[in-house]
């Protein structure tokens, strides 16, 4: 047994680019600021609400394979990060 806990590691990241309307882009900004967190953070949550909460894309998803190795809820769990409440 080691003397101290081991250093819990960030989950894996990649960078994705997309284009929003100008109004949601200052609403990401605000919101980022209002919860005191990264625009990486409010993007990667709300996502993870988005796919959690649509039942139709939760069936499809279990209907489908997709090809990368982490898919369906283990993507959506990934995202979440420990302690956090799901709504």
Same mark, same amino acid.
């Given at each position: 047994?080691?003397?101290?806990?081991? /250093?819990? #590691?960030?989950?894996? @990241? @990649?960078?994705?680019?997309? #284009?929003?309307?100008?109004?949601?882009?200052? %609403?990401?900004? &605000?919101?980022?600021?209002? %919860?005191?967190?990264? $625009?990486?953070?409010?993007?990667?949550?709300?996502?993870?609400? *988005?796919? @959690?909460?649509? #039942?139709?894309? $939760?069936?499809? %998803?279990?209907?489908?394979? *997709?090809?990368?190795? $982490?898919?369906? /809820?283990?993507?959506?769990?990934?995202?979440? $990060? *420990?302690? &956090?409440? /799901?709504?």
């Amino acid at each position: 047994m080691p003397f101290i806990p081991r /250093q819990v #590691k960030p989950p894996a @990241r @990649r960078v994705i680019s997309c #284009k929003v309307l100008e109004e949601t882009a200052t %609403l990401l900004t &605000r919101y980022a600021e209002f %919860l005191d967190s990264t $625009q990486d953070y409010v993007v990667n949550e709300l996502l993870c609400v *988005a796919f @959690r909460r649509d #039942k139709e894309f $939760q069936a499809w %998803l279990g209907s489908t394979s *997709a090809a990368s190795p $982490q898919t369906g /809820q283990e993507a959506v769990a990934g995202g979440r $990060q *420990a302690g &956090r409440p /799901q709504s």
